[in-house]
């Protein structure tokens, strides 16, 4: 089946340390997107790709950094420049930045 | 300001006790409203895209509709299975990447 795969999905983060989470698609989609949602917010966008080796900030970018070396993989590291980065972490793609997205089961980091 | 509210923040119904939840959106040109499914640590599933007032779509059990100033997802005769939290986005016309996420409702079915 075709689906868009995070990993992994609990992270624990130490203090200083860089921390990377995956995201894989499988569905051919051009566009990648990384989301972060906390309790009684709505989902803020982090990047977005909408074709290989190429992206931009979405709103919150501050202390992240992506890549996208393929068309189905955007990794997403989580710097020791983000103070806070306690969230649940949702991967979405779409056919292309029109169409709707689809998102995986998200990751959970924590700070230890 | 660009953005979207959903109320009521979350909602407890019986058994095939009909109701809506409401998305009031403000933004610079509208090019579609999302409406996705969350259950809970799950990613959001889609449900439905509307692109103009007047338009409804339906599945199953839920229907949603659209006008200038918001979007309505009504539930008839909920089962339990449908309890989740229902998200609602809107994407602005004049950049395509940019959708606007309410914070959702929390939808509780007894049985």
């Known amino acids: 089946d075709g689906g868009i795969t995070q990993s992994p999905k609990y992270l624990f983060r130490k203090e200083g340390q860089n921390v990377t989470l995956s995201c894989e698609q499988n569905?051919?989609?051009?566009?990648m997107y990384w989301y972060r949602q906390d309790p009684g917010q709505g989902l803020r966008l982090i990047y977005y790709?909408?074709?290989?080796?190429?992206?931009q900030k979405g709103d919150i970018a501050e202390g992240y950094s992506v890549s996208r070396e393929k068309k189905e993989s955007f990794p997403l590291t989580v710097t020791s420049a983000q103070k806070n980065p306690t969230a649940f972490y949702l991967c979405?793609?779409?056919?292309?930045?029109?169409?709707?997205?689809?998102f995986g089961d998200g990751t959970r980091l924590s700070i230890l | 300001e660009d953005q979207v509210t959903q109320s009521p923040e979350a909602l407890r119904l019986q058994e095939g006790e009909s109701s809506s939840l409401n998305c009031s959106y403000t933004?610079?040109?509208?090019?579609?409203l999302f409406w996705y499914r969350q259950d809970p640590g799950k990613g959001p599933e889609f449900l439905f895209t509307?692109?103009?007032a007047g338009e409804e779509k339906e599945k199953e059990r839920l229907k949603a509709t659209l006008t200038k100033k918001e979007s309505f997802l009504h539930i008839t005769a909920p089962k339990p299975e449908d309890s989740a939290t229902y998200l609602c986005?809107?994407?602005?016309?004049?950049?395509?990447?940019?959708?606007?996420f309410g914070s959702g409702t929390k939808l509780n079915v007894k049985p």
């Open positions: 509307l692109y103009s």
């Open positions: 569905l051919n989609h051009d566009a």
């Open positions: 979405a793609s779409s056919k292309d930045s029109s169409q709707p997205q689809h």
């Open positions: 986005a809107v994407q602005a016309l004049y950049n395509f990447n940019k959708f606007y």
């Open positions: 933004v610079s040109g509208l090019r579609g």
């Open positions: 790709s909408q074709i290989v080796n190429d992206f």
